[in-house]
């Protein structure tokens, strides 16, 4: 690419992104809350040590209540009832009974933000290196129930590239993306989750008809039991090389410190290893299936149709707090590096391996 065309859309690229990311942050920034976090209950409670303390209402009505039985006469407890009681049954009226997640959705329109930022280095390491960065920020409306809402999500991404060297892409590409999804419950077991997200994917040089791509999904979620829960849907990607994925798979939360997701495109193993009455740590192990299309201007004008992919395993570690700040370390193995084109006669690439960094934060 000649320095000439870099300069020409040099600021035009930048400012465009600047512009968008400035937009959803001042949006954010006006619809969301104090960044104060709230606390809930603590995640264990203490044995009950006599009946009165684990069933306080049956001790309190029970007949003749002030007067103690006599030496022979033993005191009748509850059924089942055998101190001390492993898992003390919770009363209605107790802050525990419907004990919130530690990252439950908020009560107003506003309900997160979200950036982070992916580092796959080139130069030495690979043939092939990307920096991305990506905001968006989620709203909610109670549209057509509170317990079924229309959550929208307007976001932006950059993605500035090193190398690689022999083939004709440009230094960046842009995505901007509004992602309009609906969910929710269908009885006592099963569960609904869609979206779909039309985006306009480019290096904002080629700027027809084949930036424009729509992409979403479709799952239907089976409640097997308390710990299992079954998963069934598709992924749209409209990418050049790979236009729609099945999308199913188990999830399994043996206990509140474990969960495995064997789901495609992205399974994960997490286990928590901390938590206190306003803050969780979890550590875990994932795969990822990364990438996308987007339109490109090559040199001498022509256009085209870049598509990249990957995969990528990682190891990664999460702090999630109630309402508060939630930050993520992830770093990776990233494989099977493709680069095509659709539309030239440019010859497609196959990138070297390497690493990846990411950092996230969200509120």
């Known amino acids: 690419?000649?320095?000439?065309?870099?300069?020409?859309?040099?600021?035009?690229?930048?400012?465009?992104?600047?512009?968008?990311?400035?937009?959803?942050?001042?949006?954010?920034?006006?619809?969301?809350?104090?960044?104060?976090?709230?606390?809930?209950?603590?995640?264990?409670?203490?044995?009950?040590?006599?009946?009165?303390?684990?069933?306080?209402?049956?001790?309190?009505?029970?007949?003749?209540?002030?007067?103690?039985?006599?030496?022979?006469?033993?005191?009748?407890?509850?059924?089942?009832?055998?101190?001390?009681?492993?898992?003390?049954?919770?009363?209605?009226?107790?802050?525990?009974?419907?004990?919130?997640?530690?990252?439950?959705?908020?009560?107003?329109?506003?309900?997160?933000?979200?950036?982070?930022?992916?580092?796959?280095?080139?130069?030495?390491?690979?043939?092939?290196?990307?920096?991305?960065?990506?905001?968006?920020?989620?709203?909610?409306?109670?549209?057509?129930?509170?317990?079924?809402?229309?959550?929208?999500?307007?976001?932006?991404?950059?993605?500035?590239?090193?190398?690689?060297?022999?083939?004709?892409?440009?230094?960046?590409?842009?995505?901007?993306?509004?992602?309009?999804?609906?969910?929710?419950?269908?009885?006592?077991?099963?569960?609904?989750?869609?979206?779909?997200?039309?985006?306009?994917?480019?290096?904002?040089?080629?700027?027809?008809?084949?930036?424009?791509?729509?992409?979403?999904?479709g799952f239907a979620a089976y409640t097997w039991s308390d710990t299992v829960q079954i998963l069934l849907g598709v992924m749209y990607l409209d990418r050049s090389n790979v236009r729609l994925i099945p999308a199913a798979g188990v999830i399994w939360t043996p206990d509140e410190d474990t969960r495995v997701e064997l789901t495609a495109p992205r399974p994960r193993l997490a286990r928590r290893i901390s938590t206190s009455d306003c803050a969780e740590q979890w550590v875990y192990l994932a795969g990822e299936y990364g990438g996308g299309t987007w339109a490109i201007e090559q040199a001498g004008g022509v256009q085209d149709l870049m598509t990249y992919s990957d995969y990528r395993l990682l190891l990664g570690w999460e702090r999630k707090t109630a309402g508060g700040i939630n930050t993520l370390v992830e770093a990776g193995y990233v494989f099977g590096r493709q680069i095509s084109f659709t539309q030239s006669n440019a010859a497609d690439f196959s990138p070297t391996d390497t690493m990846l960094i990411r950092f996230g934060a969200k509120y």
Request: hydrophobic share 40%; proline share 11%.
């Open 1 to 217: 690419m000649d320095a000439v065309r870099f300069l020409r859309r040099f600021p035009i690229a930048h400012a465009t992104f600047a512009l968008f990311a400035c937009l959803i942050l001042a949006t954010s920034a006006f619809a969301a809350d104090s960044l104060e976090p709230r606390r809930l209950p603590p995640l264990t409670i203490e044995r009950p040590n006599t009946a009165a303390e684990a069933y306080p209402w049956w001790s309190a009505h029970q007949p003749d209540n002030d007067q103690a039985p006599s030496a022979g006469q033993p005191q009748i407890l509850p059924a089942g009832y055998d101190i001390p009681l492993a898992t003390p049954l919770i009363e209605q009226d107790s802050p525990l009974y419907n004990k919130p997640a530690i990252d439950a959705a908020r009560d107003g329109f506003f309900q997160k933000i979200n950036f982070d930022t992916t580092y796959l280095p080139g130069g030495n390491v690979s043939d092939f290196g990307m920096m991305d960065f990506a905001l968006s920020s989620t709203y909610a409306l109670p549209f057509p129930a509170r317990d079924r809402p229309l959550v929208i999500t307007p976001g932006v991404e950059a993605h500035y590239l090193d190398g690689p060297a022999g083939a004709d892409v440009p230094p960046h590409l842009y995505d901007f993306w509004l992602k309009i999804r609906t969910l929710g419950k269908l009885g006592d077991r099963w569960g609904y989750d869609m979206a779909v997200s039309p985006g306009w994917h480019s290096d904002l040089d080629y700027n027809s008809g084949n930036a424009l791509r729509v992409t979403g999904y």
